[in-house]
């Protein structure tokens, strides 16, 4: 809304600062940060009003979460999502087609993960819905935003895929690219709902990865930033910084209530629409491998299940003492904050690893 401004920039030369990305990315991090502080206290008076007993606690977790997080109220995605969203109406280039696109995966991410979190208030059980319906669902989102993606880029530098470490090695996968980052958005958003288990774990690696992919946006929506840097070139992406400025302003505000003891949960409502978000910029922005790289936590959690659940299966025994990886760290004795901002380190030492593909190549 605030882009339109720029049409007055030659009546009111003041105007034309909302022509910046910085700026608006700035104004972004602000309004979101304001907003979830303005309105978070009450929407948590009325999701504890109307969700009573809160989030169900896993039976089979870590006992002290019996007690110290029981009756907490979750759906603190809600909160995120309305900054995020109102900050990016405001702030963002409407007519930019990447916004609408990474705008639309995160809400319907976030509506996926809200049906989730409505069953398991409902029927206070720690199952929402069938995970292959939602897999589903969210892939149907995935598959449309990647085939939106296909279509805005140019030739087959659409449909390729990019290695850091490397000035000039990309593949094109071709019709196989929109079944690639899906894969990459989907995974994206599950791997930051597994690491969402302990008061404040996601939000700050979520908060990280977002700056990082808000920089490497800017850059690779940048004609001279990309050549200098030998990144793919794909015009219009720099708006994205702007999502990711929302973002982080909206988890700064969302972290006020999250910061341990925790008033309020953030929910499948919020990890599957922020995982999504950061999957759908990386597709976006042609830096899927990077992902994994700045997103390494998230796919350390991931990867611990994934290989609990094939070791149980194939041999009856467990290679952590619980999964995902952060209640396993519990189970050594490891207090809560101890692992929190352990974990938040070693995001920011992945974030600084990812971001310096952009110059080793």
Excluded at 16 to 34: D, E, K, P, S
Excluded at 129 to 143: H, N, P, Q
Aim: hydrophobic share 55%; proline share 3%; glycine share 12%.
């Amino acid at each position: 809304m605030f882009y339109w401004l720029v049409e007055l920039s030659d009546k009111f030369s003041a105007f034309n600062v909302f022509r910046y990305i910085t700026f608006r990315t700035g104004g972004a991090i602000v309004t979101a940060l304001v907003f979830v502080f303005l309105f978070g206290g009450p929407i948590i008076d009325l999701l504890r009003l109307k969700q009573g007993k809160g989030q169900p606690i896993r039976s089979d977790g870590p006992a002290s979460h019996l007690v110290t997080k029981k009756g907490t109220p979750t759906m603190g995605g809600l909160m995120i999502l309305s900054g995020l969203l109102v900050s990016t109406l405001l702030w963002a280039n409407p007519a930019n087609p990447y916004v609408w696109i990474v705008l639309g995966v995160t809400l319907c991410f976030g509506l996926i993960g809200f049906y989730d979190d409505y069953l398991k208030v409902t029927k206070q059980s720690h199952s929402g819905f069938a995970g292959r319906t939602r897999l589903i669902a969210e892939s149907i989102v995935a598959v449309a935003a990647c085939m939106a993606f296909a279509s805005l880029g140019r030739g087959t530098a659409a449909t390729s895929l990019v290695f850091p470490f490397f000035k000039d090695l990309a593949i094109n996968l071709g019709w196989t690219f929109v079944i690639f980052g899906a894969l990459v958005i989907v995974g994206a958003g599950n791997a930051v709902n597994l690491t969402d288990g302990l008061d404040g774990l996601a939000i700050v690696p979520v908060m990280i990865a977002a700056a990082s992919f808000g920089l490497i946006a800017y850059l690779a929506g940048n004609a001279v930033f990309a050549e200098y840097l030998q990144i793919r070139y794909v015009a219009g992406t720099g708006e994205l910084a702007v999502l990711c400025g929302a973002l982080i302003g909206a988890g700064l505000g969302f972290l006020w209530f999250n910061a341990p003891p925790a008033s309020i949960f953030m929910g499948d409502t919020g990890s599957l629409a922020l995982g999504g978000m950061l999957g759908s910029v990386a597709v976006a922005t042609k830096h899927e491998i990077v992902l994994a790289v700045i997103g390494g936590l998230f796919v350390l959690e991931a990867v611990s299940v994934i290989v609990q659940v094939v070791s149980f299966r194939l041999t009856g025994k467990r290679v952590f003492k619980m999964a995902p990886i952060h209640h396993h760290y519990e189970q050594l004795g490891w207090t809560e904050p101890q692992i929190v901002i352990r974990f938040w380190i070693v995001a920011v030492v992945l974030a600084l690893a990812g971001l310096a593909t952009l110059k080793l190549r």
